[in-house]
């Protein structure tokens, strides 16, 4: 988000509304999301049991994590309220997709650790960036916690594409390939987003401590 805020009304943009709805939105369908992925992996009859659904609503909530501060900073509509929940409509996107995989996962440890790590992360840091906001800190994001980001929303997009091949019947050998390399893949950068996690979030810490 831009640093500067708007505060008189009648110089906002017409569509200043956009940025935020495309936010809240991004939480909304997060449900739809947890209840493909369950479908898909548990192999339950489900409206949302289905690859172009779960795979397509995650794009678009994921899309909408860059369009809503793209928009903002461009028709210069920054607000104090979505400053405060863009952050929280991430962390609850990664959390409710890291949550149904280990689901689907059945307590896998490769799956439970990272994404516990993840999860735990978030909570944490949310908590402090609220101290910090309490004693006049400010803590903005750093780089490394970008890539955090970035490495989390791949890891559960290939992650989708394993959970899919897994409810799918081998049509052929390329199937079960596929699917295989969906699930390295994914654990690969889960344990490349928890590591950054872990990391980041003691910076994070300790920048809210610190007198």
Same mark, same amino acid.
């Given at each position: ?76 509509? #920054?607000?104090? !309220? =979505? @400053?405060?929940?863009? %952050? $929280?409509? +991430? ?16 307590g896998d440890w ?43 929303m791949a890891s559960?997009?290939?992650?989708? #594409?394993?959970? !899919? =091949? @897994?409810?799918?019947? %081998? $049509?052929? +050998? ?38």
């Amino acid at each position: 988000m831009a640093e500067t805020l708007i505060t008189d009304p009648s110089d906002r943009h017409k569509l200043w509304w956009v940025p935020n709805a495309l936010t809240v939105g991004r939480i909304l369908v997060i449900p739809i999301i947890m209840a493909g992925i369950l479908a898909l992996g548990l192999r339950t009859e489900s409206v949302f049991a289905s690859f172009p659904i779960v795979a397509g609503v995650f794009i678009a909530a994921t899309a909408t994590d860059w369009l809503d501060g793209f928009l903002a900073r461009r028709w210069k509509v #920054v607000s104090g !309220f =979505g @400053r405060m929940i863009d %952050p $929280i409509a +991430d962390k609850l996107l990664v959390a409710g997709c890291l949550i149904a995989l280990m689901i689907v996962a059945r307590g896998d440890w490769l799956f439970t650790v990272p994404a516990v790590a993840v999860i735990f992360r978030d909570v944490l840091v949310s908590g402090a960036r609220e101290h910090a906001a309490l004693t006049g800190k400010v803590m903005p994001p750093t780089k490394l916690a970008k890539w955090k980001t970035a490495c989390e929303m791949a890891s559960i997009a290939a992650l989708i #594409v394993w959970v !899919f =091949g @897994r409810a799918s019947l %081998p $049509i052929d +050998d390329m199937v079960p390939s596929i699917t295989s390399a969906a699930k390295m893949i994914g654990l690969v950068l889960l344990w490349l987003a928890a590591t950054l996690s872990v990391y980041t979030g003691s910076l994070y810490l300790r920048a809210a401590v610190r007198d």
